[in-house]
């Protein structure tokens, strides 16, 4: 089962920040948060990952809270491209661990 | 830009059939990964490889499904024989180093009539 809960679905104005939460109060030491999305009709496609720290890379911020029991995405000008589903994960670090997804966001972004 | 590559693309087949998906992961990943996609279940993991060895397989219905890797630049996933309930989304993702990141091919889409 997911270890995750996020809202299903999420409408944001185009150019508009988009931020997406998720819950993960089991989360253990030694597990990461990862975001995924899934464009429609696509494979999933990793966006950013971060233990406790916030990061920031091309394409989103991660804010994670200081007890680590949730985070935000950030997609700071939400484009019609980045209209998808977004999953949250947890997971160790360690690359043999498969990823357990959820039901994740569905992240509308209009015009 | 390497991708994983997945063939064929779309496959409709009749029940009792022989179904045959493969993947050709990113050169230089050497961890594979099976997941099935469907609206019912979401995206679920079926199997996974390291170094071509299988090291899960448990999500895998073991009487029809078999994956393998006969190289380290293809994998395999096979039905047989093949039901509608079988019908789905697969998607095949290779493991990058630099995060530990799956990237994800762009799935076989499965119908079994």
């Known amino acids: 089962d997911a270890k995750t809960t996020q809202p299903p679905s999420m409408d944001c104005a185009e150019g508009r920040a988009a931020n997406l939460p998720c819950n993960h109060s089991?989360?253990?030491?030694?597990?990461?948060v990862y975001w995924y999305r899934q464009i429609h009709s696509q494979g999933p496609q990793y966006i950013i990952h971060?233990?406790?720290n916030n990061e920031t890379n091309e394409m989103a911020s991660l804010i994670i809270t200081e007890d680590r029991k949730s985070s935000t995405l950030i997609l700071p000008h939400a484009t019609l491209r980045d209209t998808a589903v977004y999953y949250c994960?947890?997971?160790?670090?360690?690359?043999?661990?498969?990823?357990?997804f959820g039901k994740g966001t569905r992240l509308s972004v209009i015009a | 830009d390497a991708r994983v590559t997945q063939t064929p693309r779309h496959k409709v087949t009749e029940m009792g059939q022989e179904v045959t998906m493969r993947c050709q992961p990113i050169?230089?990943?050497?961890?594979v990964f099976w997941y099935r996609q469907t609206m019912m279940q979401g995206l679920e993991l079926l199997a996974y490889?390291?170094?071509?060895?299988?090291?899960?397989d448990s999500g895998m219905p073991k009487d029809r499904f078999s994956a393998e890797m006969p190289d380290a630049t293809l994998a395999t996933l096979k039905i047989q024989p093949s039901e509608p309930r079988d019908s789905a989304v697969y998607f095949c993702?290779?493991?990058?180093?630099?995060?530990?990141?799956?990237?994800f091919g762009p799935g076989t889409r499965l119908t079994v009539l």
């Open positions: 994960i947890v997971r160790p670090y360690s690359g043999n661990t498969p990823l357990v």
């Open positions: 089991t989360i253990s030491g030694n597990e990461y």
């Open positions: 971060g233990l406790k």
């Open positions: 050169l230089g990943h050497n961890t």
């Open positions: 490889f390291r170094n071509r060895a299988p090291l899960d």
């Open positions: 993702a290779s493991l990058g180093q630099q995060y530990n990141e799956q990237f």
